[in-house]
């Protein structure tokens, strides 16, 4: 006892083992605002990209029945609800194309009046600040519904790797000079980023970036998109350019090492919840490159039609899908859920 009365404290009181009861990981649960501080995981509105289907025509309108809340827009209707987007603060606007004529190399989509052109022009026109990203590819322009000019290659139709490459190489460049500030090729031919680095550098555009579809799997969960984008492969399927679902995913890693040396300046996987291991392990192996994830159509349906049948809260099932790709390493995120991220967190 000392002269203030006051004991000793009992050291053999103290848990110093590191376990329960001193330790109770409920206590950073308890209290809403410590949750919200002890958060590593964040999304913001400024990582989302929206995707946008823009068609040929006027006056059009037309919901895409498997994608609640998207629709096709013609051109003359666009100018309004690029305005809308701009206002949202979401990171930018992912275009794909309907065009009026498909034919069997896809001209539209390498004509500087083609309808990504003209979308392009639109969003540059009534909303400069917002980024515009072109997606690069065919298989929306073909009337065979590949992602490239076919030839017969050891006795099958298959898409030509080489042909391609200059047909992608002429579509990027119609977007560059229509003013397009980030080219997204997605058809997973080989050297399609050298030779768009190319073309870009040839023509003085050696200041736009690209963005490489780097590891883009032969997904099922693509098929509302393809309701949506008018582009379903007539014969055939896409499974000789795609990557199978179940390769080694040391052959994705080859994939995107082999994008970065050509150039890309930023990278993506898809689809994003079947392949978070993916999309973690490309964040592992090449820290500082910036890596998108697509949160593709099925993704969205999936949610979209379990919440039509009350079988699934659709704001909190669609936010866990987000902060779980994020979580995953992806900094960038393509997703149907842009608009709806902005109204459910504001
Ligand atoms: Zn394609």
Known sequence: MTEHGIEPFDLSSLQTTGHFPAVRLRRLRYHPAIRSLVRGTRVDASQLILPIFVRAGRGIHQEISAMPGHAQWSIDLLADEVREIAKLGIGGVLLFGIPEIKDACGSDSMDDHGIIPQAIRVCKDVAPELLVVTDVCFCEYTDHGHCGALRELGGRIDVDNDMTLSMIARQSLAHARAGADLIAPSGMMDGMIGAIRR?????????????????????????????????????????????????????????????????????????????????????DRFPGLPLAAYNVSGEYSMIKAAAQNGWLDEKRAAMESLISVARAGASIIITYWAKDFVRWTR
Do not use: C, N, T, W
Not at 216 to 232: D, L
Not at 265 to 283: F, G, T
């Open 199 to 283: 073309q870009l550098d040839d023509h003085g555009f050696e200041h736009l970036p690209i963005m490489s579809y780097a590891a883009k799997y032969a997904s099922s969960f693509y098929g509302p998109f393809r309701e949506a984008a008018e582009s379903a492969p007539q014969h055939g399927d896409r499974r000789s350019y795609q990557m199978d679902p179940a390769s080694d995913p040391g052959q994705a890693m080859r994939e995107i090492e082999m994008d970065i040396a050509e150039g890309a300046d930023m990278i993506m996987v898809k689809p994003a919840l079947p392949y978070l291991d993916i999309v973690r392990m490309a964040k």
